[in-house]
């Protein structure tokens, strides 16, 4: 109900809400089934949907929507057929088909209408996809005559969603899957699709400020531990964020930089998640004017800065997150006047680095970049993504439906892959080689050009270097770039991607279990076993007896060093399995951990006081001491799911992992921490953290050649060693 939650103008009166039990008829006019044929036809034995039995039994095999009224009433019953086929690439709940089933159904339906959803799942994990597709189904945002404000309680509709599990239909849903959760999330990929829908007039720079305001009042405010800062016009420049302002200096109104940050006491990991989004309210393209029909639609070009809105909102009702999380929302307008922006104006950015504009209509990596190395100077953190409608290209990249993603770490890049199929909020990635994508932004005055000097070669990768070159040189975290230019709408309506993505993965990073493996094949929960498949160095499949509503994973060995963490879904399933310890040896003998093209970096868990262990080792052991301090870390890591048990051993799930091994004495909620600090240069609460862990601080571009540095060292009387120059020169370039 976010649109009552936040008072939102401009709606269409439409209430979702999601019901923790579908035991019960609720005496809605219209019912809307959705489900996989023999999970309807197991669903419908239990008499709770009137009429449903008769239905599928009238109707053909092929039949996929069947709509009937039921006998004696005016009640009408809509059914839609799931196909029980789905590619690898795609969710396995299909939620394409569960929104698209939903805003037919609502299109034409009066106002004041009550509608039931009832979603028959095969496998607990598909609510999370279904239950915000349904959200997708249902915009918000209108301003038709029909809908003037403010509306009478008489003509306001109400869609209630509801979770059936087939094979066991006794249980409630709430034995299986986080309702809350599910409905947090579906709010915020409602707010963000009606702010994606709002046109400029009614949604720009100031006026998305004080919907964040409004926002922050009603999550609680700096009581629930929740900040809003906010940087506006001079304020930009004075920051040294010129590109950011510059952007925004022919508008009205001028440029912003929003941060919130979420910093409940139970955030003592000693780094932050930071989430960076795009806002440009509209983009006329500046002197490099679109055309009419290019500029048609323009008021989506903030389709990241929504995203990121509506995933914090969901992240802070869920609560609890271990890491403190921050959204860095990036505001402009690329309007055209005496003011703008030219052709060939050299810029300084926050970074440092200095930007000549080839394209002024590339201005939203120009945003994002100072935004990104806002959060990389200022917030600690240990994971970055940002979000942005970046470049129409993405959509031939990657497709409309599906974003597209350029990653410095190929495990956080295979994760969010598949949260993406967890969450509905499809995403594949792009070719990371920044040494292809560096010599396309070369500039002959400044230190890069703002767009690539040809397009004909992944452009949208290079746009996402061009961000990925202003990170701090010292920075040792990850970082991830989500180009959503084509599934942020569909047709003239915004669909709120992003939200899903966003929360899912900050859901796993912050847990420190969330790299999953998800499986192919549906959870058998009728047996009630969550069975683990393990193939690492071919080990054996381990099975293990986990209770009603487990959850199926795998762990597979990755390329370069990368290894998959196993999870249900980042804390949308009730129970989530966490394996025993391995010994360091076993940990060695089945991972076989070597220096992969990112180079060491610091995982989620890591205990900070340890921190420089893997560093020395690396300098003084040489790839195989840097391989053995490595696993001890992760050995040290409690929470990290690729801990895997004895293949033979068997453990009961727990509900939620530990907390890391960190010392919080430099971290006091007396009087909780702003954002604040950090704008003015005063400096953040987790200073002493990261001097802790100075020792990590190595620059991301140089580790690679260091490490292999290192091991030429270590190995100079071997053969092999003349291979370390030319690996270094390559990786240099």
Request: aromatic share 4%.
């Amino acid at each position: 109900m976010i649109g009552k939650f936040l008072r939102l103008p401009h709606t269409n009166g439409i209430h979702l809400e999601f019901a923790c039990d579908s035991r019960g008829d609720r005496k809605a006019k219209y019912i809307v089934v959705i489900g996989r044929r023999s999970a309807l036809y197991s669903y419908s034995l239990t008499e709770r949907i009137p009429h449903l039995a008769q239905a599928l039994a009238a109707a053909e095999d092929s039949e996929t929507c069947i709509t009937q009224v039921i006998p004696g009433t005016q009640r009408r019953l809509s059914i839609r057929v799931l196909p029980t086929a789905c590619s690898r690439h795609n969710s396995d709940s299909r939620p394409d088909i569960v929104c698209d089933f939903i805003a037919r159904q609502v299109r034409n339906l009066p106002r004041g209408f009550t509608l039931e959803v009832h979603l028959v799942l095969e496998d607990p994990q598909q609510a999370f996809a279904t239950g915000l597709a349904v959200a997708k189904g249902l915009p918000l945002y209108s301003r038709k005559s029909i809908h003037k404000q403010p509306m009478d309680p008489a003509h306001m509709s109400q869609v209630t969603v509801s979770f059936a599990y087939a094979s066991r239909p006794d249980l409630k849903v709430t034995e299986l899957v986080d309702v809350d959760a599910i409905e947090a999330v579906a709010d915020g990929t409602r707010l963000a699709a009606y702010l994606v829908d709002a046109p400029c007039n009614e949604m720009h720079t100031e006026l998305f400020v004080q919907q964040c305001r409004v926002l922050v009042r009603a999550l609680g405010g700096e009581e629930n531990y929740v900040y809003l800062r906010v940087l506006k016009g001079d304020e930009v420049a004075e920051a040294g964020m010129n590109l950011l302002y510059h952007v925004g200096k022919a508008a009205e109104h001028p440029s912003q930089l929003v941060v919130l940050t979420y910093a409940p006491p139970e955030a003592r990991a000693p780094r932050s998640l930071c989430m960076v989004g795009k806002g440009i309210v509209f983009d006329t393209g500046g002197t490099c004017l679109k055309t009419t029909e290019g500029m048609r639609g323009m008021k989506r070009d903030m389709g990241g800065a929504a995203a990121v809105l509506g995933a914090f909102q969901s992240i802070v009702r869920k609560r609890h997150t271990r890491h403190i999380v921050h959204a860095v929302l990036c505001l402009a307008e690329n309007q055209i006047s005496e003011k703008a922006t030219r052709i060939d104006d050299i810029l300084v950015a926050y970074s440092g680095k200095t930007v000549e504009v080839n394209n002024t209509d590339a201005e939203g990596r120009l945003v994002v970049a100072d935004g990104v190395a806002y959060a990389c100077a200022m917030l600690n953190p240990e994971t970055i993504v940002d979000v942005a409608t970046l470049t129409g290209s993405q959509a031939i990249a990657t497709g409309r439906r599906i974003a597209a993603l350029y990653c410095n770490d190929e495990s956080l890049e295979i994760a969010t892959v598949l949260a993406g199929r967890t969450s509905g909020d499809l995403c594949h990635p792009l070719p990371y080689v920044p040494e292809f994508w560096r010599d396309l932004l070369v500039s002959d005055v400044a230190d890069m050009k703002n767009a690539a000097s040809r397009r004909d070669n992944c452009p949208s990768a290079c746009a996402a270097q061009f961000i990925e070159e202003h990170l701090a040189a010292d920075y040792t975290g990850t970082w991830m770039h989500i180009d959503m230019a084509g599934p942020s709408s569909l047709g003239e309506r915004g669909t709120g991607y992003g939200v899903g993505l966003l929360s899912e993965v900050i859901s796993r990073v912050d847990s420190g279990i969330g790299f999953a493996v998800l499986p192919s094949a549906p959870l058998n929960a009728g047996a009630g076993v969550a069975s683990v498949n393990v193939n690492l160095e071919n080990q054996s499949t381990t099975t293990m007896n986990a209770g009603t509503g487990a959850v199926n994973g795998s762990t597979n060995n990755l390329s370069g060093g990368a290894v998959a963490k196993t999870s249900s879904g980042g804390g949308m399933m009730k129970n989530v399995s966490t394996m025993g310890q391995t010994s360091l040896e076993q940990e060695q003998q089945q991972h076989q951990f070597k220096p992969s093209v990112q180079g060491p970096k610091q995982l989620p868990g890591w205990n900070a006081s340890a921190s420089g262990t893997a560093a020395t080792a690396a300098a003084n052991g040489g790839a195989a001491a840097d391989r053995g301090a490595m696993a001890q870390q992760r050995a040290s890591a409690a929470p990290l799911m690729w801990q895997l048990a004895n293949a033979a051993s068997s453990l009961p799930l727990q509900t939620s992992p530990p907390a890391p091994n960190v010392n919080h004495s430099h971290i006091s909620h007396k009087r909780p921490w702003s954002p604040e600090n950090a704008i003015s240069g005063v400096g953040h609460v987790f200073n002493a953290a990261a001097k802790a862990s100075t020792d990590l601080k190595r620059s991301r571009r140089h580790s690679d050649a260091a490490v292999l540095d290192d091991m030429a060292k270590s190995n100079s009387s071997n053969a092999n060693t003349n291979s370390a120059p030319e690996n270094t020169a390559r990786l240099e370039s």
